[in-house]
């Protein structure tokens, strides 16, 4: 993905997401759902 600010790297990538989310990052939030990660 690009534009969004998930890195490419795939554990990379889950840690910026959980470390997004625990903020209330919003696009993170929908990334993971349109993945189906758990982002709680």
Aim: charged content about 30%; aromatic content about 18%.
């Amino acid at each position: 993905m690009t534009g969004t600010g998930v890195p490419k790297d795939e554990r990379k990538g889950l840690k910026w997401i959980h470390k997004a989310t625990f903020q209330g990052y919003q696009p993170a939030i929908d990334y993971c759902k349109e993945h189906g990660y758990k982002w709680y």
